[in-house]
Each structure stands twice: as structure tokens, then as C-alpha cells.
């Protein structure tokens, strides 16, 4: 990208967000406390609490392909043709960089810039084409107004607080391009189950949720907070991506969701639900084995929104 690229940053603030409270409830000072003494697993600046390790590298791998299977590829048709030659792309939130890293590959003409506020994105071994910063979006995106030509965002959903989303999406209508695109995608953390004691145990996450600041249902909002920052919805895609049936698609998401839960969550699960280390295993293995049989899914949503060519002047 070389002196092109220099033109595209601009200063932005770099004072990280408080950290945000779970509430005065005995049970969320519980949760809190356990946060607070893992802080390795969450960046001060954000409210994601899952690791940043080689095994969650590798979870993040793995539902990548997971969602480029169930919404059969990276881009939504409406938007395919952002993909020309001389395109810049960003990926807010790119983790490891996976969806950048086959995009990348796949369209060498293309630029792609990857953007995460942890650097576990790769810093050498990389297409030519890819290119990978740190930086909070919170904080307001590193580059000039109109810059990129679709600009993708991905399964965000524990990284900010629900009152947070509005601020993204202005961010990153900020640096569309007029007529470029942006493409969202959210699975949600919530489970539909025809079993009562699986929609149990949702209900209870979802109240964990609710009170750390998350929005539980952001897939459904995408095309609402898309509308509110100034783009024009042009294609929403849903999908229900089933747990534990239904084929491969099912097993892996339910490997993603036996990785979430017995990894560093469970002892999140462990404080809020006052359960010891055996009662918490044999609570979670019952969840698990219960979502084939009830048909327990959750919901994909994806939505490419567009900015207009020409903005409304001011009078």
C-alpha cells in the first residue's frame, strides 16, 4: 500500500473506556470479581472477556468458516461489487485476522486492513495485500473520512456494551466511502430449544448478559442501528444455525459452544450460578446433550447497508 496507505490515518484518541460495572447485585460482584482477577482474558478498552490465547485463536478460526458455510460466503451478493480492483476494504474487529487472510487470498488486487484492539492478528507471515493494526474503534478509527469501499464487521457482540453500538456504526459511516458499503454479521448468544431446561439455562445467560451491558439480540438490531447511523439497507439475510444437529454445521457449533463454556467462562458461570466445579460440569454436559434432540438453534443475521452517494448538505 506503501505512501497511499500513509494517507489514509489520521490521529484519533487513544484513552481507553472505563471499565464498565456489572451491577450492585451480589451475584454481579461475583461476576465482576472474577473479571477483574483475569484481566488478562479482556483488553481495558473493551467488554470482550473470552482469552486471547492460541486456543480461542483457533475457535475464532474454526466459526469463520463456520459463518462463511451457513451464509454461503464472505460477501453478500449486494455487495460483491465493492470488489474491484484498487478497493480498499477494513475489517473492524478482525481477531486473528481470518476473514481478512481469505478474502485477502482470494482477491489479490484488492487492499484489506484488519483492526483489533489485541494483536493476535498475524504481523508477518500475511498476503502482501493485508495489513493489520491495533486500534480501538471506541476510540475512533485511525483513518480519514470516506476511505474505504465496504468496510465488515463480524460477531462483536461481547466486545461492546448495547449502549456502545450507536458509536460504532457512526465510526465506521464515518470512514465509507459515498455509495460504499457496510456488511455486518452477528450469531447470537442466545438459544431456541423446545426443552425447558436448555431455554432455562438461556434465559440465564442472557440475564448474565443483560446485566454486564451486552445486548442479548444484536443480529435483529443490525438493520435498525445501520438505518440510524445514515445507511440505506439493502440486504438482510437470516439464518437459524442449528446445535447439534443438522449435519457438520451443527456439531462444530456445538464444539464452538462446549470450547466457550468449559473454557475460562465456566468460572464466570461458576460465581453467577453459586455451582462448584463438578455441579458445573454436569450442568453444562446435560445442556449440551439436550440440544440435538430438541432441535436447539441459534440465530445468523447479516446485513449489507449502503452509504448514499450523495449527503444531505446542511441548510
Same mark, same amino acid.
Given at each position: 500500500?506503501? =505512501? ?17 460495572? %456489572? ?18 482474558v479482556?483488553?481495558? *478498552?473493551?467488554?470482550? %472477556? ?35 480492483e ?9 481477531g ?12 489479490p #488486487? ?8 489485541? *494483536? ?18 471506541l *476510540? ?14 463480524? =460477531? ?9 453500538w ?14 460504499g ?19 432455562? %439455562?438461556?434465559?440465564?445467560?442472557e440475564?448474565l ?13 443490525l438493520? #435498525?442501528?445501520? #438505518? ?25 457449533m ?9 473454557g ?11 455451582? #462448584?466445579?463438578h ?33 444531505? =448538505?446542511?441548510?
Amino acid at each position: 500500500m506503501g =505512501q497511499e496507505q500513509s494517507k489514509l490515518w489520521r490521529k484519533s484518541p487513544t484513552t481507553p473506556s472505563d471499565e464498565k460495572s %456489572f451491577g450492585s447485585s451480589q451475584q454481579s460482584q461475583q461476576t465482576a470479581s472474577w473479571i477483574r482477577k483475569h484481566e488478562k482474558v479482556k483488553s481495558a *478498552s473493551s467488554s470482550y %472477556f473470552l482469552p486471547h490465547d492460541d486456543r480461542e485463536v483457533d475457535r475464532l478460526h474454526q466459526l469463520n468458516f463456520v459463518m462463511k458455510e451457513v451464509f454461503q460466503g464472505n460477501i453478500l451478493s449486494s455487495a460483491e461489487h465493492c470488489l474491484q480492483e484498487g478497493a480498499l476494504i477494513l475489517d473492524v474487529g478482525c481477531g486473528p485476522g481470518t476473514w481478512v487472510l481469505d478474502v485477502a487470498t482470494e482477491y489479490p #488486487e484488492i487492499e484489506f486492513v484488519g483492526l483489533d484492539v489485541n *494483536s493476535i492478528f498475524p504481523e508477518t507471515i500475511k498476503p502482501p495485500n493485508a495489513t493489520f493494526i491495533r486500534a480501538n474503534i471506541l *476510540s475512533g478509527l485511525p483513518f480519514e473520512d470516506d476511505t474505504f469501499d465496504l468496510v465488515h464487521m463480524k =460477531q462483536m457482540n461481547l466486545a461492546y456494551q448495547k449502549e456502545e453500538w450507536p458509536k460504532v456504526l457512526d465510526e465506521i459511516f464515518r470512514v465509507t466511502k459515498p455509495g460504499g458499503f457496510a456488511q455486518l454479521t452477528e450469531i447470537g448468544s442466545i438459544l431456541t430449544s423446545t426443552d425447558p431446561v436448555v431455554q432455562k %439455562f438461556s434465559e440465564r445467560i442472557e440475564m448474565l448478559l443483560s446485566a454486564s451491558g451486552n445486548d442479548t439480540h444484536p443480529g435483529i438490531r443490525l438493520v #435498525e442501528l445501520e #438505518e440510524n447511523a445514515g445507511f440505506k439497507v439493502i440486504q438482510h439475510d437470516m439464518r437459524r444455525i442449528p446445535m447439534g444437529w443438522d449435519g457438520a454445521i451443527g456439531d462444530l457449533m456445538v464444539d464452538d459452544l462446549r470450547q466457550v463454556l468449559f473454557g475460562p467462562t465456566k468460572q464466570f458461570l461458576m460465581a453467577a450460578f453459586g455451582m #462448584e466445579v463438578h455441579e458445573c460440569d454436569t450442568y453444562l454436559e446435560d445442556i449440551i446433550g439436550r440440544l440435538g434432540g430438541s432441535k436447539t438453534y441459534k440465530e445468523g443475521h447479516k446485513v449489507a447497508g449502503q452509504k448514499p452517494e450523495q449527503m444531505e =448538505q446542511d441548510v
